[in-house]
């Protein structure tokens, strides 16, 4: 038994819509007009060169890494906590471990300068910070293709008489190709589009490193109304590169891709010490060795064990103030993604074409780098808007440093990951439940309430964790739109490790570390 399209559902479907047309569709199209500076582009060319050299840079180390971890994953028997051991490098905001490496591989005062010659403010310094941070998103996607991969189509090869490395090249890797491509183009957008890190290491550096992120930034430091038009073409481009790049890959590679048949007998994994071994280094590479060097600055004053830089940040209420309106404004931000994200995937799942336009819309935000959101939004609000009710009451809308605007940022940015995630659970909830629930007699809000959502209870909350953590250390976004009056946890790490307290911001790091490691093990036994 089929019921008819319902009107409630319907009529918050085009409200969802409306709100996101408002937030994504109309900032980018302001920004159309205001490119009013694309004869200096020519000059952008250092920035847009080392954005692309970046980017190809980072895709490629993370590919080169992620890899061999991802086959380690699906076909090794390796120890207890492997998988979390992975994935601590990309729950960690990148700019944390930059702070560790900053202390490590500086060329003047860094503690490996006197034993290895690094220099951690180059090129390959970012490559290096953005490409451990990515790795592990490689690693599960390679992971999670071989696991689906006939085990039978490499024993067919093995029984041809090719040996196990023409295997691997001439069966396993064309298999993974569609996988390689996902991860290649997802690193490639992430990495063009980070700020954090190349803003750490390219500012500061001798010669000094730019990139189409970091120049917006500094063109609109120069004066709002003088900036804005370079600003914007720069930001233009790099929505451009961001976008462009990684479909044009996945254009040129899909006729070339081909995946094997789905899974009939997963493999079992066997010992594999060179397996153990690749992990247990990578553990101690990309997570150790950055994790030990934040305690030790965080717990040492002129060489000796000491408290004082934990107390002087507990005492400092800039910091206090910071954090209190990170972890609200990332907490609520978190309840409204999931809940329109979720409600979003259900109507996608269950409705026709018009859902899911939607659900692409929402998507969207994540996929548009976070300079150009930001700039975009700026745009947008950056003016008061007054509407006046029958010439007695006057509404004023004023955004423009304001914690609501980061927060609409945000909700924009990250609505993508609750769309994702409870969509994929909404499809393992047949229809037939809800429908059992109408003939009852519920209505259908009713019956999304008690039937689907407690079926989906692992997925939003997974959401919603992800969503927290994604805004509690989103930086991009928050340099940008946090002002003076609202300052953030982002922005108040970079004003501590750039301007004021390298220590402190140690201090904050390994505590924002912390509180993410253990958040990340408690929502995975959770979703179990």
């Not at 060795?289 to 507990?314: E, Q």
């Not at 969207?364 to 006046?388: C, H, K």
Request: net charge positive; proline share 7%; charged share 10%.
């Amino acid at each position: 038994m089929r019921f008819p399209t319902i009107k409630g559902p319907t009529v918050l479907l085009a409200l969802v819509a409306a709100m996101l047309v408002a937030l994504v569709g109309l900032p980018l199209l302001a920004l159309l007009p205001r490119m009013g500076a694309l004869h200096a582009l020519p000059g952008e060319a250092d920035a847009l060169g080392n954005t692309v050299l970046l980017g190809l840079g980072t895709t490629l180390f993370a590919l080169g890494i992620g890899g061999p971890m991802g086959f380690a994953l699906a076909r090794a028997r390796l120890f207890r906590g492997a998988d979390l051991l992975l994935v601590l490098p990309y729950v960690t905001p990148p700019y944390v471990s930059t702070i560790a490496w900053m202390m490590l591989a500086n060329p003047t005062t860094g503690w490996l300068t006197p034993y290895l010659p690094v220099d951690i403010y180059t090129l390959g310094g970012m490559i290096w910070v953005l490409g451990l941070h990515l790795a592990p998103f490689v690693a599960t996607t390679v992971r999670d293709a071989l696991t689906r991969l006939d085990p039978a189509l490499e024993e067919a090869a093995w029984l041809s008489g090719a040996s196990r490395l023409r295997t691997l090249f001439s069966v396993t890797v064309p298999a993974l190709l569609p996988a390689w491509v996902a991860a290649a183009t997802l690193v490639f957008a992430s990495t063009v589009a980070s700020f954090g890190v190349p803003w750490m290491l390219g500012a500061p550096a001798r010669e000094p490193v730019p990139v189409l992120s970091t120049r917006i930034v500094e063109v609109l430091e120069l004066g709002w109304v003088q900036g804005r038009p370079l600003a914007t073409s720069l930001a233009m481009v790099l929505l451009v590169l961001g976008l462009g790049v990684p479909l044009l890959l996945r254009r040129l590679l899909a006729g070339r891709a081909w995946s094997g048949a789905r899974s009939v007998r997963p493999l079992v994994p066997t010992d594999k010490p060179w397996a153990t071994a690749l992990v247990a280094a990578w553990g101690v590479l990309a997570v150790a060795v950055p994790t030990f060097t934040l305690l030790v600055a965080s717990f040492t004053d002129k060489g000796a064990f000491s408290l004082v830089h934990w107390a002087r940040v507990a005492g400092d209420a800039r910091i206090v103030d910071a954090l209190s309106r990170s972890t609200v404004v990332s907490a609520g931000v978190a309840t409204l993604t999931v809940g329109v994200g979720g409600f979003v995937a259900w109507a996608a799942t269950r409705g026709g074409r018009s859902a899911g336009a939607v659900a692409g819309l929402a998507r969207a935000g994540l996929a548009i780098p976070g300079s150009v959101l930001a700039l975009a939004l700026l745009l947008a609000f950056s003016q008061e808007v007054r509407v006046i009710v029958a010439e007695r009451a006057t509404f004023t809308l004023a955004l423009a440093d304001t914690a609501w605007l980061l927060g609409l940022a945000w909700f924009v940015r990250f609505l993508a990951l609750p769309v994702d995630i409870v969509g994929a659970g909404t499809r393992n909830v047949h229809p037939s439940l809800e429908e059992a629930a109408r003939v009852a007699g519920a209505g259908p809000l009713r019956a999304l309430g008690t039937v689907t959502v407690p079926l989906l209870a692992p997925a939003l909350a997974n959401a919603w964790f992800l969503v927290f953590v994604g805004a509690i250390c989103e930086v991009t976004l928050a340099t940008m739109l946090a002002g003076p009056r609202t300052p953030v946890l982002g922005t108040m790490l970079f004003q501590l490790q750039t301007y004021a307290d390298p220590r402190a911001a140690c201090v904050l790091g390994v505590g924002l570390s912390a509180l993410l490691v253990g958040g990340t093990a408690l929502s995975r036994r959770f979703v179990r």
